[in-house]
């Protein structure tokens, strides 16, 4: 299972960096490796539950399903079903500072369900890392 994990500053409560991160229909906009998502169901506060989504990254293209479990201080989620991986964890973990920016951590977990050429996992993982990261970061300060 390859891992990686990234941290990022972002001007912001971290009530609306949880907005962004609960928009999922809007995820194209600001994520590269994300090309199309859909909300299937959501919690009783309507934050999405589980969600299908089109990924691209390296070449590589994936349709996933997964399911999002929401905290006061992040979110993480877990794999139900995809063409390309046997498992997949994130999360993001935001902490508020006193200073109008929250610190956010992001860690992702896949297992792809095909052994791929290190070089290319790597290459996935990097853009994934990216465009949770920067592209958040870049997305809730536009907003702001």
Do not use: C, N
Request: aromatic share 6%; charged share 25%.
């Amino acid at each position: 299972m390859a891992t990686v994990a990234a941290d990022v500053d972002i001007r912001a409560t971290p009530e609306a960096i949880l907005d962004v991160l609960a928009d999922l229909p809007h995820y194209p906009e600001w994520s590269a490796v994300h090309k199309r998502t859909h909300v299937d169901s959501r919690t009783a506060d309507g934050r999405p539950e589980r969600a299908t989504m089109a990924v691209a990254a390296a070449g590589l293209t994936d349709e996933q399903t997964i399911d999002y479990h929401w905290h006061a201080d992040g979110v993480d989620w877990t794999l139900v079903h995809s063409g390309q991986q046997r498992g997949q964890r994130g999360l993001y973990s935001i902490t508020g500072g006193t200073d109008g920016t929250a610190h956010v951590h992001y860690e992702l977990r896949i297992d792809p369900a095909i052994p791929f050429p290190a070089i290319i996992v790597r290459a996935v993982m990097k853009k994934a890392v990216t465009a949770a990261t920067q592209g958040l970061k870049k997305r809730v300060e536009s907003l702001s």
